[in-house]
């Protein structure tokens, strides 16, 4: 039945007259070749997970003895409105003839020797508690391999960002906002995406070869616990939350940096370490790294675009995931493997608050600000245009640059001011509103005044262009005043 809630295939074989530890021995041969997660449970069960797809989906693998038969289970994680087949697929397609294989074709004295010491050691990992045994954990890219695309991703857009002419040491706050930095203003207006985007954006080398270098030390431990789904999914939305709950209690000015995600899986590391899944005893060299990366992080207070609040806030709330994946799935199945529904979960609790963060705002306007700012460069270029009337080469020039570039500037100042006409404000806004609707047409008049008097060559427009001036001098005043 391929249309359902959730889906599982299960299929019992004899055993053989194998043991379970044998059983298990073969298991483990298999789930290396299909490159399948796996981890034995107990001494009754035997756990693997599929790789996912381009969903995220993916199926635990149940392998249990029951008397004298072997059981085999394919449980999708996650909901599957259509699971086309997949679980039995798992089973009869891909484990099962390799399993047989192995089956038919191992030594007898060999499958003897290597399930005693399978059996030695797991018995000793669920003695002890110890799941996860910090002394092997590798380092290079295998078994790594998100952590170390995470890396890669942050050279590549700072590369990017170097050659795109931003500066290699102080970035300015507008090249950050530019790249996808954390802005109050713009985030709580629609882009969202900043919350994101601004974990991959770094403020100058320094702070990217230090969070490269966290990064490292504390990926290789959180995706070694996690494995690479639920890892990519704790770093992301660790990272972005962090963002989201810094703008909303600190907010103001431009921020972004890697270390709210990298914050976060420390937090998720340190969850871990609170429960018995992983082993305590840590090599002294993990946390002299530990130790730099905190310092060196402390050391950038005097980049005012590093959210160090996020930091925080990233901690924390890695501490939280942390414990979501551990209580709703490590708890219980004691493995890797798995674990789909809680990593949807802590994705939607996290969309859930950044769509709360937008559509509870209490009007527009951090719409209206955003607006200010497009304004403000059309104005710009407006004033320095007129600024320019005192170097033209002739009158002909300056009533030309006026009436072609200048006064067109003005116009598109009011049309997009109309724009923000249906927003709704709070009585300061409405207020600041009006102003620049006024500011806006005295500047269309006072430079229609100077095109006039320039083209016609006369002064008698002289008084009241010095009326309108100072009308927009006053307005500029109460602005300022706002």
């Not at 713009?186 to 985007?197: F, I, M, N, P, Y």
């Not at 946390?287 to 901690?315: M, Q, T, W």
Request: aromatic residues 12%.
């Amino acid at each position: 039945m391929p249309f359902t809630w959730k889906t599982e295939f299960e299929k019992a074989l004899p055993i053989d007259g194998l043991t379970a530890w044998e059983v298990f021995s073969i298991a483990e041969t298999a789930c290396k070749k299909l490159e399948w997660e796996y981890l034995i449970a107990d001494e009754h069960t035997f756990t693997a997970s599929t790789p996912p797809n381009w969903t995220l989906t993916e199926e635990t693998i149940s392998i249990l003895i029951k008397g004298d038969q072997i059981l085999f289970k394919s449980q999708s994680e996650s909901i599957d409105l259509y699971e086309a087949g997949r679980n039995k697929k798992n089973i009869e397609e891909l484990l099962l003839p390799i399993f047989g294989e192995i089956k038919d074709t191992v030594d007898k004295d060999q499958l003897k020797t290597s399930s005693n010491t399978l059996r030695a050691e797991t018995l000793k990992q669920l003695k002890t508690g110890n799941r996860i045994d910090s002394e092997k954990i590798t380092f290079g890219i295998r078994d790594h391999e998100v952590t170390f695309f995470l890396m890669l991703v942050n050279v590549v857009v700072f590369g990017i960002m170097f050659f795109r002419g931003v500066n290699m040491a102080h970035p300015s706050a507008g090249d950050i906002t530019k790249w996808g930095g954390n802005v109050k203003e713009l985030v709580a207006a629609g882009e969202w995406w900043r919350l994101v985007t601004n974990l991959f954006v770094q403020i100058g080398v320094l702070q990217l070869l230090v969070n490269l270098f966290g990064l490292y030390f504390i990926g290789i431990m959180v995706e070694s616990i996690l494995g690479r789904v639920k890892y990519l999914i704790a770093y992301l939305c660790g990272g972005t939350l962090a963002s989201l709950i810094s703008i909303y209690l600190e907010g103001g000015g431009v921020t972004a940096g890697a270390s709210a995600a990298i914050a976060a899986m420390y937090g998720v590391f340190v969850a871990f370490a609170t429960t018995s899944y992983i082993n305590k005893k840590f090599n002294w060299s993990w946390f002299v790294c530990l130790l730099a990366y905190a310092f060196f992080n402390i050391k950038e207070d005097s980049n005012v675009l590093v959210d160090h609040s996020a930091n925080l806030f990233g901690f924390i709330a890695g501490i939280l995931i942390g414990y979501l994946f551990y209580f709703f799935h490590f708890r219980r199945n004691r493995a890797r493997a798995g674990g789909t529904r809680i990593s949807f979960e802590i994705l939607g609790i996290t969309a859930l608050l950044i769509f709360l963060f937008i559509k509870n705002r209490e009007n527009d306007s951090p719409a209206f600000e955003r607006a200010i700012m497009k304004l403000n460069q059309i104005e710009l270029k407006a004033v320095t245009q007129l600024q320019r009337l005192q170097i033209a080469e002739s009158n002909t020039a300056a009533y030309k640059l006026l009436r072609d570039s200048t006064l067109p500037q003005w116009k598109l100042f009011q049309k997009e001011l109309e724009k923000t006409d249906r927003y709704t404000l709070d009585e300061k806004f409405k207020l600041k509103r009006q102003l620049l609707h006024n500011y806006a047409e005295l500047r269309y008049r006072q430079t229609e005044l100077i095109y006039k008097s320039i083209k016609n060559e006369t002064t008698k427009y002289d008084p009241e262009i010095d009326e309108v001036s100072k009308k927009i001098e006053g307005i500029i005043d109460s602005l300022g005043a706002e």
